[in-house]
């Protein structure tokens, strides 16, 4: 792997018959590091030891997660050679409404132009918004029995998707430590089934029970928690790695899917496709949002998320998808990477930044606007209008 500042790739002069300019970025983004969400781990959850306590409310941005993504806009503002203030209009920022992603655009754009006051634009409260929450807000025509069948397809069934992370769950018991034959999570058998709305897909069991559990055991190592109060005293880098699998696992059904991708991925991948294909738009659009966003979007482009310290697919706090538009002597082309920090970068709050270049499926080295536009809008469900 190599160790990229993207200002290396923008503005290190190319010999003359490879140079190209660089016309647009779009980037969709998780948010930074937050506090567990109320029942993450879920509450009947037994423990050998206490949950410690977080600097601020549930769900929200802690001000360490702060400042692993002022470190991600530091590396994005030399990747772009920015100076002073950006001109009204190169840089658009849009998050999610929840309080997290607010705070995660707040953060970026303060560090990406110090003093400058970037706008960071998002819907009023409790407004659902589409492009983070498709199937919520009925943005495609989705169809939660097909869905099922799909996941159902893709995973194997879920309780084939249970046994295929047997050893995880092993790993996890240890680590919470209630010493219980059953185990430590006890939710009963893995079933899958339409949401009673028919937005969704109801799904319980082992994996649902534990991917939440292993996740906030990655955000206390990720928040710089002592390692006392990391997992119990009971969870280091390593095994940190392996339970991440479990939470990786949960794409498998709510995103990873191609039926899920499609209708997950549908407005995003089209608001994307539309800013990299228009005529004019801002230099930079950034989009923060959601692990499932990200990897919707992964999916739907047929690549894998793949970090130092982190499971593979299973997307790193401020980890970001991003497609670069550029121009050479035959026309506009796309160039696709994971820019994101190791998970022991983000712990120390060290600078070291990775831009994972990814291959697109489908494309030579060299993926053209026009066919690139093709490639992913065939993978995405239609945005309903009207």
Known sequence: MRLLLLAATLLTPLPAAAQDKVERVVMLMRHGVRAPITGEAPLDTKVAGEWPAW?????????????????????????LGTTGCPKPGTVRIHTNTPERTIATGRAYADALAPGCKLPVDHLPAGQVDPLFEPLRAG?????????????????????????????????????????????????????LKPSADGRGVDFTGPIRATSGTAQVILLQYAEGMPMRDVGFGRADAVTIKRLGALHAALFDVFTRAPYMAAHQAGPLGDHMLKTLTAPTGPRLDVLVGHDTNVTALAAALGVDLDAPGFALNDAAPGGALVLTRRRDARGPYVTLSYRVQPLDAIRAGAATVVDRPIAIPGCAKRCPLDRFDKLLRAKLAPVVTG
């Open 55 to 79: 600097p601020v409310a549930p769900e929200f941005l802690t001000p360490h997660g702060a400042k692993a993504i002022a470190q991600l806009a530091r590396h994005d503002r030399h990747w």
């Open 139 to 191: 943005a495609t025509a989705f169809d939660a029995t097909k869905a099922v069948a799909a996941i159902t397809a893709y995973t194997g069934g879920v309780n084939g998707l249970t046994a295929r992370h047997a050893a995880a769950i092993r790993e996890l018991d240890r680590v919470l430590g209630c010493g219980l034959p059953a185990g430590c999570s006890t939710p009963g058998p893995a079933t």
